[in-house]
């Protein structure tokens, strides 16, 4: 499976990355179809298509993209085909960072692997900003504790672009139940 060649790489380069996307969202108690699996790290080493020389060597696609100046991201590398792909995504911001710190170790596909909290989750979601990521994390918050989660996500959203905490306060006011 590429995931756990992925994984070795990431892991022989001192890559610090947490297990994002479908499959943590999943593991955090919403679970949902999902075919690739994703990795979250800040570390823009992995974009240098000579980190994947091995995956390259044997045929398997390898397309690492940088971002723009004003993407969001500092850029993604694109693994394989289906139905095994992975994707590194490359974070730029400080949150993203302290998410990878705080992922807690979870077992995936057998191993180990660090997977952010819940409310780190949420908060990823919300700066991601699409629909499948607002759907996410109204479903990780429902799934709850709900008020455990409100308060640890409005402890930290201040850290996250305004469009982020515009989706928050959206989020926020879809989910309580309106006054009688």
Known sequence: MLFHRVRAILDSLGVRYALIGGWAVGLRGYVRLTTDTDFLTVDRKVLHIGVWNE????????????????????????????????????????????????????????????????????????????????VDAYQLLRFGPQETLVAEVASKIGDLPSDAQKLWQRLLEEITPPSP
């Open 55 to 134: 995956l390259v060597a044997e045929g398997i696609h390898v397309d690492p993209r940088k971002g723009d100046f004003d993407d969001p991201l500092a850029g993604v590398v694109h693994i394989g085909s289906k139905p095994d792909e992975v994707d590194v995504v490359v974070g730029k911001w400080k949150f993203e960072q302290r998410v990878i710190e705080r992922a807690e170790p979870v077992v995936f596909q057998g191993v180990p692997m660090p997977v952010p909290t819940t409310s780190d989750l949420i908060l990823l979601k919300l700066a991601a900003g699409g629909a499948q990521d607002y």
